[in-house]
């Protein structure tokens, strides 16, 4: 589904992915984690197209086509999704309208007609009580005067809404106590098939103890330096990261 | 390296450069006076309209009040000084007779509406609004007056007001802006043309919204309507107002004065949508708009302005209220959009001389290009205005860094008891907030008016459903263009 090879970018000038290669298949989990500064959210952000972010050389291919040379509206519209580390707020929009909004935007691509109101509410309605969501919440503003756990839950609703086909989750454990972890994780696992795949990008082990990897990888300094099962996770909780990263600096003369 | 940047001035560019969308004139046969004033085009001006004396002898002394004043320049807006000699101050469409009925229009004229999007015989049916089409300076066509006759109501242009209804016009016109008010308000008493007038008798809520629809057509020609609204005791009235002008290489003057009266207990809510002409982008052309537009309030009125303004080369306006009346209410809820080269210097006074009169304030200006927006207001709060409550909110939005944001608020309190509070922020149409958008799939040109939208909801909440329609659609225009 995905496959990013030798992917170098940086932003002002600064490289700070030095050859990232991944590939993901659809049904997989990923986990990439790393200490801070190590890469990953810029990874996710140049996955999006984020446009603060040049790319200095690489491919990433998603079902074959090279993501780089799409928009990142039209990398939204072929199935990818970023829940944001830090959620951005949209004064005055509400909820249900963004998620109108991005929902007639990505039909009208696909030339489909509008969906119907009454089907989009009982779909929010279907995916709020996934996500222990009340209905209060859709006319909200999005994010403004939202908690840290709040805006995450938002985003995971987003993703439900969306059905993507990869979803990359940037830190999306950060700002959640252990319930709506518990919450969040259960959702994600739900809306997790053969079909789709997921991307979790943390800095600690406990969001994947409730959302079990198929692969883990650790970034670090732009490179991902070591690549394993579940037991890596563990590994790296019990260890810390020093154990593998000074290997690597040795290696790439760091 | 692969630049994946987009470059912020390519957006910046294709955002600011949509083309006037109204920019059409008609071919309609014009009786037209040559330009200049002085005493005798006044007087030719009254004569055209068929005026008593006592409207003649108004005029003339505006006219002479007018010649010993200066025009301001106080306000944050540069441009050269429209030389009054080179106007032309009347123009009406030639009419070949009376019209009975909307279908004995002018098939030109007809025309004309329809590309401005307002088919008189649709709106009739539909949308249950009664509209008074001022163009150039001539109303033209008004629709369902014998309905609203019925309930008293009266709802004319101001022409036929001076001759139908002296007794009121005598009695209110200039008494909430004088003649003497100031440069515009002056030059305007002397010349107005046209405009509209409306009266709501006692108790009375009228059942539709009454719409004025203005456009300056005649090349070189100022439009100065007068309007006067009365709110008679415990009445409501609902007035919405647009206004478009064809585009032109001249720059056209647009002075026009409002007045409104509420009487005890009545309720007057007013709109409106400007989009007159701002000019190209070299700044060429455009409407110079110079409105006074102000209401008093008496015993538990309540006067609602709200606008929407994106056009006009210069926009030099402050709806403004008097809340005369114990217990009065002020509000105004403002979109002020400069784009290009436009520049505004917009914003509202509230005078409180009541006891516990209450104003609220919600300003939202939106600066795109090289334009420059200012938000100028007073609140003044007399002696006797105790227990008088103010709450002022500014907000600016600013997209790109070549325009300019000002805000200018002016406070005076004279007594003890009455509580003020005034919130003011600056904001950018973030390059992350689009970032989000277009990750869900949005994509930035949808996002722009999004935020956009999200940042005027309170405002454009304010307007009736039709209008706030409009007016999304005419926010959009104004910013967009062909991004993407």
């Known amino acids: 589904m995905l496959k990013i090879e030798n992917l170098k970018a940086g932003i002002e000038g600064v490289e700070i992915l030095k050859g ?235 | 390296m692969k630049q994946q940047r987009l470059s912020e001035d390519k957006l910046l560019e294709q955002v600011t450069s949509t083309e006037y969308k109204y920019g059409f004139t008609t071919k309609i046969d014009s009786d037209t006076i040559a330009k200049g004033l002085s005493e005798d085009v006044v007087r030719l001006i009254s004569k055209k309209k068929e005026e008593p004396q006592w409207m003649l002898d108004y005029r003339l002394k505006a006219y002479h009040t007018w010649l010993e004043m200066e025009e301001p320049d106080w306000a944050n807006v540069n441009y050269s000084k429209p030389d009054y000699q080179e106007i032309i101050y009347y123009s009406a469409p030639k009419q070949k007779k009376k019209l009975n009925s909307l279908d004995d229009l002018d098939p030109e004229l007809k025309k004309t509406f329809d590309k401005l999007g307002i088919s008189l015989n649709e709106q009739k049916r539909l949308s249950g609004v009664a509209v008074d089409i001022v163009m150039d300076s001539v109303s033209v066509a008004t629709s369902f007056k014998s309905k609203l006759a019925e309930l008293g109501i009266i709802f004319c242009s101001i022409s036929e007001a001076i001759k139908e209804h002296p007794e009121l016009v005598k009695k209110y016109l200039g008494t909430v802006v004088p003649a003497r008010d100031n440069f515009f308000a002056a030059l305007n008493a002397a010349v107005f043309s046209d405009g509209s007038f409306c009266y709501i008798p006692k108790g009375s809520k009228c059942p539709m919204e009454l719409s004025t629809y203005f456009r300056i057509n005649e090349a070189g020609t100022g439009q100065f309507e007068r309007t006067l609204l009365i709110a008679d005791e415990g009445s409501y009235v609902s007035y919405l107002e647009g206004c478009t002008a064809p585009q032109r290489d001249e720059n056209q003057l647009h002075a026009a004065v409002v007045e409104l009266i509420a009487m005890d207990n009545a309720e007057i809510k007013y709109s409106t949508v400007q989009n007159w002409y701002p000019g190209d982008k070299e700044g060429k052309g455009g409407v110079f708009n110079f409105v006074t537009k102000r209401g008093v309030c008496h015993k538990k009125a309540k006067i609602s302005w709200t606008q929407v303004e994106t056009g006009s080369a210069i926009t030099w306006k402050y709806p403004s209220c008097i809340l005369k009346g114990d217990g009065s209410i002020g509000e105004f809820f403002s979109v002020a959009v400069t784009n290009n080269l436009q520049q505004a210097d917009t914003g509202t006074k509230m005078i409180h001389l009541g006891k516990n009169s209450k104003s609220t304030i919600i300003a939202k200006g939106i600066c795109a290009g090289k334009s420059n927006g200012s938000y100028r207001g007073l609140v003044q709060i007399s002696k006797g205005a105790k227990n008088s409550r103010n709450f002022s909110q500014c907000d600016s939005l600013l997209m790109g860094d070549k325009c300019g944001s000002h805000t200018f608020p002016y406070i005076e309190v004279k007594n003890s008891s009455s509580k003020i509070e005034h919130e003011a922020t600056t904001s950018k149409i973030g390059e992350d907030q689009i970032f989000y958008c277009n990750q869900r799939g949005i994509g930035t040109e949808e996002a722009i008016a999004l935020i956009v939208n999200g940042y005027c909801k309170d405002v454009l909440n304010q307007l009736p459903m039709e209008f706030a329609v409009e007016a999304q659609k005419l926010l959009e225009i104004s910013l967009e263009g062909s991004v993407g």
């Not at chain 1, 090279?66 to 928009?71: G, K």
């Not at chain 1, 963004?98 to 509410?121: N, Q, W």
């Not at chain 1, 990897?213 to 970034?219: E, Y």
Request: charged share 25%; proline share 3%; hydrophobic share 35%.
């Open chain 1, 20 to 254: 990232v290669n991944l590939s993901v298949n659809s049904g997989e989990v990923h986990a990439i984690m790393g200490p801070n500064g190590s890469g990953k959210s810029t990874l996710a952000s140049v996955i999006a197209g984020n446009e603060c972010y040049e790319v200095g050389a690489g491919s990433i291919l998603f079902e074959g086509e090279d993501l780089l040379d799409l928009d990142p509206d039209q990398r939204a519209h072929k199935g990818i999704f970023l829940s944001f580390q830090y959620p951005v707020e949209i004064p005055g929009i509400s909820v249900s309208n963004f998620i109108k909004t991005a929902i007639t935007e990505k039909r009208k691509v696909l030339g489909l007609e509008p969906i119907s109101a009454k089907d989009l509410l009982s779909k929010m309605r279907e995916k709020m009580e996934l996500l222990n969501i009340k209905i209060g919440y859709l006319s909200r503003n999005m994010n403004e005067g939202f908690s840290g756990g709040e805006k995450k839950r938002n985003e995971i609703f987003q993703m439900a809404m969306m059905k993507p086909k990869l979803a990359i989750l940037d830190e999306t454990d950060s700002g959640l106590d252990i319930d709506a972890l518990r919450t969040v994780a259960n959702g994600v696992t739900k809306l997790k098939n053969k079909d789709n795949a997921t991307i979790i990008i943390t800095h600690y082990q406990r969001l994947l103890d409730y959302i079990i990897p198929d692969f883990v990888h650790v970034l670090h300094d732009g490179r991902i330096i070591k690549s394993g099962g579940k037991e890596l996770a563990h590994e790296l909780e019990e260890k810390g990261y020093d154990w593998i990263t000074k290997e690597a600096d040795k290696k790439w003369g760091c």
